[in-house]
């Protein structure tokens, strides 16, 4: 793992588990910074788009004139979103009578809770490809969106049911499970790894 004490993550604050991800961050070595406002992007080397209610994040997004620097940070910084952050990146969201608007960062298709209300929360043992090497992990699937289509550009990483679950284009990563409320830390550490741009001294 390389030394992240010169970088610093955001984590979008506006609603949602972003405290559980700060926490992951700093287990890391790396700075946190919660996002509410377009000037906490400043400066920030990657940010991270938790999950929560997608609905409602989309409204307060709008509501804090997110959007727009939100874009444009995501355009050219790495990004990694858990559950309803998936939704956030995904090309289209179908059954969206919500209304929540995407970033369209990754060329996937999602259906918000695709596998089922709260009630049903799980946690699946899944298979990871990280760095060339499949490892066993415990994935949290809480209200998860399902991916329903994939572009010809994006990496599946792990599947579950034929369906995938981590997923990555250019310099986003996306799961529809949570991983930040355990204490393994090995997709954040995959995220900074090899997202972050690689400098001399690291």
Do not use: W
């Not at 377009?38 to 990657?46: E, M, R, S, V, Y």
């Not at 929360?121 to 994939?150: C, D, H, Y």
């Not at 393994?184 to 001294?201: A, M, V």
């Amino acid at each position: 793992m390389r030394n992240l004490a010169d970088k610093t993550v955001g984590v979008l604050a506006v609603q949602g588990d972003f405290e559980q991800h700060i926490r992951q961050i700093k287990l890391v070595g790396a700075n946190a910074r919660e996002v509410k406002l377009p000037k906490d992007l400043a400066g920030l080397d990657a940010l991270i788009l938790p999950g929560g209610e997608s609905t409602t994040m989309t409204l307060l997004i709008d509501r804090f004139n997110l959007r727009e620097p939100l874009a444009n940070f995501i355009r050219s910084k790495p990004v990694y979103g858990t559950c309803a952050g998936m939704i956030l990146l995904s090309k289209r969201v179908l059954e969206n009578q919500a209304k929540v608007q995407t970033f369209g960062a990754i060329d996937i298709d999602v259906v918000r809770n695709g596998y089922g209300r709260q009630l049903f929360s799980s946690v699946e043992e899944i298979q990871i490809s990280l760095n060339g090497s499949l490892s066993s992990m415990a994935a949290l699937f809480i209200r998860a969106p399902k991916v329903v289509r994939t572009g010809k550009e994006v990496r599946i990483l792990a599947e579950l049911d034929k369906h995938a679950v981590l997923v990555s284009e250019g310099k986003c990563l996306a799961s529809n499970f949570h991983s930040e409320l355990e204490g393994d830390t090995r997709l954040l550490e995959f995220f900074l790894s090899n997202f972050l741009p690689q400098t001399d001294d690291n």
